[in-house]
């Protein structure tokens, strides 16, 4: 079983809509990022979070520790917000502690 | 600006032909690390840095070589590499392991024969 899983693995919208991408983890973390790759290739850091919520322009991410869940929002989508969508965790255990365990990612087409 | 540069963004060799992809970040970094993408698998990560002189190994690092001689640069050298080495590779640093943004560069796109 996967340390970081995410649903949906495909997502299709059309333009304006609410999205939300979920995030669930079985190990114990300091913290958990969301990580944008774009279809080129390219990737970005959107959010880092160890708590609550965090708000950035249209973008939302929220974190419960204790259901070891996150989620991350997208209001009014646009065709830009297309790209892949990645979760990643920071274990707080073991030999790998500090390092980035990464989910398989969520590819979001919005289309106009 | 500030930014991870990979050198070569696109590579085409031969089985057991040494390569090296370089990495570069200019943010004076002291954790710098190396993943390699999959279909299907996502990000694994190869190896990592702490600081000068620090490497450890990540997942997946068989393989692979690093070195950090420099805070600023952290080669991933593959000796002889294999068609199963065929990825798409990513570098990338932060101010304190995982715990800050992460910065990533480009990517390599490489592919062995």
């Known amino acids: 079983k996967n340390e970081v899983e995410q649903s949906p693995q495909n997502l299709t919208a059309q333009e304006g809509e609410f999205i939300t991408i979920n995030c669930s983890y079985s190990?114990?973390?300091?913290?958990l990022h969301w990580l944008q790759q774009h279809p080129g290739g390219g990737i970005v850091s959107l959010f880092m979070?160890?708590?609550g919520k965090k708000k950035h322009g249209r973008l939302i991410a929220t974190i419960n520790i204790q259901e070891k869940h996150s989620s991350l929002h997208i209001t009014a989508s646009h065709p830009r917000d297309s790209a892949v969508y990645i979760c990643?965790?920071?274990?707080?255990?073991?030999?790998?502690?500090?390092?980035?365990?990464f989910g398989k990612g969520t590819k979001l087409s919005v289309k106009p | 600006e500030a930014q991870v540069t990979q050198n070569p963004r696109y590579l085409i060799t031969v089985t057991g032909k040494k390569l090296t992809v370089t990495c570069s970040q200019n943010?004076?970094?002291?954790?710098m690390s190396w993943y390699r993408q999959d279909p299907g698998l996502g990000l694994r990560q190869i190896y990592y840095?702490?600081?000068?002189?620090?490497?450890d190994k990540g997942d997946v690092p068989e393989g692979y070589k690093v070195s950090r001689k420099e805070k600023r640069n952290f080669p991933l050298i593959l000796e002889s590499p294999s068609p199963n080495q065929t990825s798409l590779y990513f570098c990338?640093?932060?101010?304190?392991?995982?715990?800050?943004?992460?910065?990533f560069g480009p990517g390599t796109r490489l592919t062995v024969l």
């Open positions: 840095s702490m600081n000068v002189e620090v490497t």
């Open positions: 979070l160890s708590s």
């Open positions: 990643a965790v920071i274990g707080d255990y073991g030999g790998s502690q500090g390092n980035l365990i």
């Open positions: 943010m004076n970094h002291e954790y």
């Open positions: 990338a640093s932060s101010s304190q392991q995982g715990r800050n943004e992460q910065f």
């Open positions: 190990v114990g973390i300091s913290a």
